[in-house]
């Protein structure tokens, strides 16, 4: 096979592979980033308090007085599970009432990253986009 040839297929190969960006930098202007002294300002005392709280493209849906969902606000689809993704200390989150439990003084950093971000960074199964929480605790880089 000729050189040109190869590098042709090995390029889409290499374009999908991981990809990396400095830690607590935000990944692009669709995303949030939001730090400790913000949390503080805004008097949350849960972690889904603070999230309700400062994240203004989100929507926070309770059931029952527990939380229950979380959508990015702006069109959805009925067939689709349009739940954006939550992920503590490089944790997936699948059950949102660890966020009532979990104090707001304890969030180091909130990124609230776009659909588009989110599957470049973690995966194609964040097309909803993802919230991304470190806390003061959780593991440093």
């Known amino acids: 096979m000729k050189p040109i040839a190869l590098w042709l297929l090995a390029t889409p190969i290499l374009g999908c592979g991981p990809a990396t ?7 692009s ?3 949030y980033f ?5 949390i503080a300002q805004s008097g949350a005392r849960t972690a889904w308090d603070a999230l309700r709280l ?4 989100v929507q926070f849906r309770e059931r029952r007085g527990r939380p229950a969902e979380i959508n990015r606000r702006g069109r959805a689809s009925i067939y689709l599970d349009d739940q954006t993704r939550l992920v503590i200390d490089n944790v997936r989150v699948y059950d949102l009432r660890v966020l009532e439990q979990m104090a707001a003084a304890d969030i180091l950093t ?5 659909g588009l971000d989110a599957t470049t960074y973690y995966g ?3 097309t909803s986009g993802m919230i991304v929480i470190k806390t003061k605790t959780g593991p440093t880089p």
């Open 54 to 57: 400062t994240v203004p493209i």
């Open 110 to 114: 909130i990124e609230v990253l776009s």
């Open 34 to 38: 939001i730090t400790a002294d913000k």
């Open 124 to 126: 194609g199964t964040s």
């Open 29 to 31: 202007p669709n995303s």
């Open 21 to 27: 960006r400095a830690s607590g930098a935000p990944a």
